[in-house]
């Protein structure tokens, strides 16, 4: 029996003024606002790297307003690709 809405997951770095503003707990409460899972850390190169799994339409949403990013925030450029669904539970800021 096929699921109604299967798990989509979504890899994304965010480039930008996007550390030290707060944006990963921005990236964490919007992921937990969508029901969605996965994590999120800071890279040593001054991006954001995050992973999200849940519904597509949620998946695209969170990636739709990280483009925007918090108003601390200053977003360059942000890249999305998929990746493979984990079934993971809870969404988590991690150090890099």
Same mark, same amino acid.
Request: net charge positive.
């Given at each position: 029996?096929?699921?109604?809405?299967?798990?989509?997951?979504?890899?994304?770095?965010?480039?930008?003024?996007?550390?030290?503003?707060?944006?990963?707990?921005?990236?964490?409460?919007?992921?937990?606002?969508?029901?969605?899972? @996965?994590?999120?850390?800071? &890279?040593?190169?001054?991006? #954001?790297? =995050?992973? /999200?799994?849940?519904?597509?339409?949620?998946?695209? !949403?969170?990636?739709?307003?990280?483009?925007? @990013?918090?108003?601390?925030? &200053?977003?360059?450029?942000? #890249?999305? =690709?998929? /990746?493979?669904?984990?079934?993971?539970?809870?969404? !988590?800021?991690?150090?890099?």
């Amino acid at each position: 029996m096929a699921t109604p809405h299967p798990l989509t997951r979504r890899h994304v770095v965010v480039r930008g003024s996007v550390q030290g503003v707060g944006f990963r707990w921005f990236a964490k409460e919007l992921a937990e606002s969508l029901s969605l899972s @996965g994590w999120v850390l800071n &890279r040593k190169d001054g991006s #954001v790297e =995050a992973e /999200a799994e849940g519904t597509q339409a949620a998946v695209d !949403e969170f990636v739709r307003r990280l483009r925007h @990013g918090n108003p601390s925030a &200053r977003v360059s450029e942000i #890249v999305a =690709a998929p /990746a493979t669904p984990k079934g993971e539970l809870g969404f !988590e800021i991690r150090r890099g």
